[in-house]
T-cell receptor, first 112, second 113 residues
Framework: QKEVEQNSGPLSVPEGAIASLNCTYS??????FFWYRQYSGKSPELIMF????GDKEDGRFTAQLNKASQYVSLLIRDSQPSDSATYLC????????????FGSGTRLQVQP | GAGVSQTPSNKVTEKGKYVELRCDPI?????LYWYRQSLGQGPEFLIY????????DSGLPNDRFFAVRPEGSVSTLKIQRTERGDSAVYLC???????????FGPGTRLLVL
């Protein structure tokens, strides 16, 4: 059973701080990794994807991938109260299959 | 442009009834996916279409669940003899040809009484 693990939280950070969200996965051969944001009662919204080891930056968001250690993280700089949501990590094990396996998500609370 | 749309937004049914959930993907997206999300959990993959054919239906929980995409655009997820355990949010996603990034619709919240 291939698994994606996330700490459920809540992770509480003050406004303006860096929020660090982590995700580990069980299959070393995994191909691609996605971060989604989900507000309460809404559907997942794609934030970033990363395929290669290292960092990928997009605005206030940075995704970090370490395939040898089987973890992927999301950093949110200058956190805002509007960033308060559940962040879902998703992994594609096999590009031929396309299905994503999601973690249960980490709830982030940004305190004003 | 328009995103993925799903209808109905909410569906309440009784145990044993048949339901159909509809998904209209982003225009030009050839791949379409169905997921199911229970409270406090991440989405769980059900089925993936490439064009009209089901390329991967390994996530369908049993033979009460069936999905079609006859013209390669709109898809319908069909659930027969609904059970209370089928209650969840059913999410549809689509992606562009050759790309893996999946964009989700607003979901259909199904409640089986």
């Amino acid at each position: 059973q291939k698994e994606v693990e996330q700490n459920s939280g809540p992770l509480s950070v003050p406004e303006g701080a860096i929020a660090s969200l982590n995700c580990t996965y069980s299959d070393r051969g995994s191909q691609s990794f996605f971060w989604y944001r989900q507000y309460s009662g809404k559907s997942p919204e794609l934030i970033m994807f990363i395929y290669s080891n290292g960092d990928k930056e997009d605005g206030r968001f940075t995704a970090q991938l370490n395939k040898a250690s089987q973890y992927v993280s999301l950093l949110i700089r200058d956190s805002q109260p509007s960033d308060s949501a559940t962040y879902l990590c998703a992994v594609n094990w096999d590009t031929g299959r396309r299905a994503l396996t999601f973690g249960s998500g980490t709830r982030l609370q940004v305190q004003p | 442009g328009a995103g993925v749309s799903q209808t109905p937004s909410n569906k309440v049914t009784e145990k044993g009834k048949y339901v159909e959930l509809r998904c209209d993907p982003i225009s030009g997206h050839t791949a379409l996916y169905w997921y199911r999300q229970s409270l406090g959990q991440g989405p769980e993959f059900l089925i993936y279409f490439q064009g009209t054919g089901a390329a991967d239906d390994s996530g369908l929980p049993n033979d009460r669940f069936f999905a079609v995409r006859p013209e390669g655009s709109v898809s319908t997820l069909k659930i027969q003899r609904t059970e209370r355990g089928d209650s969840a949010v059913y999410l549809c996603a689509s992606s562009s040809p050759g790309l893996q990034t999946q964009y989700f619709g607003p979901g259909t919240r199904l409640l089986v009484l």
